[in-house]
């Protein structure tokens, strides 16, 4: 079965920076695309960034320039570096791996607290 876990969250002021980890249980190789998704209390479930098997990269307009997704293809883990944070950007950080056959696995999300 496969299993994403997320880690790298936590309570930072605004302005700091954390990164955050998505590992899997399988090879980056298999994969068609790992996005970053984040929820805030009360709202509906948002897109962040994307990272292609290509290794080309997409970000939401609202973190362009202050997030960086990348992957490390010898760990099975794509990461979320944010800088610049803001306290809109709390909310609970899910990954979604979407393979080469079109299934998507969801971790279960970590938590960041951006404080003013």
């Known amino acids: 079965q496969v299993q994403l876990v997320e880690s790298g969250g936590g309570l930072v002021q605004a302005g700091g920076s954390l990164r955050l980890s998505c590992a899997a249980s399988?090879?980056?190789?298999?994969?068609?695309?790992v996005d970053w998704y984040r929820q805030a209390p009360e709202k509906q479930r948002e897109w962040v960034a994307r990272?292609?098997?290509?290794?080309?990269?997409n970000y939401a307009d609202s973190v362009k320039g202050r997030f960086t997704i990348s992957r490390d293809n010898a760990k099975n883990t794509v990461y979320l570096q944010m800088n610049s944070l803001k306290p809109e950007d709390t909310a609970v950080y899910y990954c979604?791996?979407?393979?080469?056959?079109?299934?998507?696995?969801w971790g279960k999300g970590t938590q960041v607290t951006v404080s003013s």
């Open positions: 979604k791996w979407t393979t080469i056959f079109d299934k998507d696995y």
């Open positions: 399988l090879s980056v190789f298999s994969i068609s695309a």
């Open positions: 990272i292609s098997s290509g290794g080309s990269t």
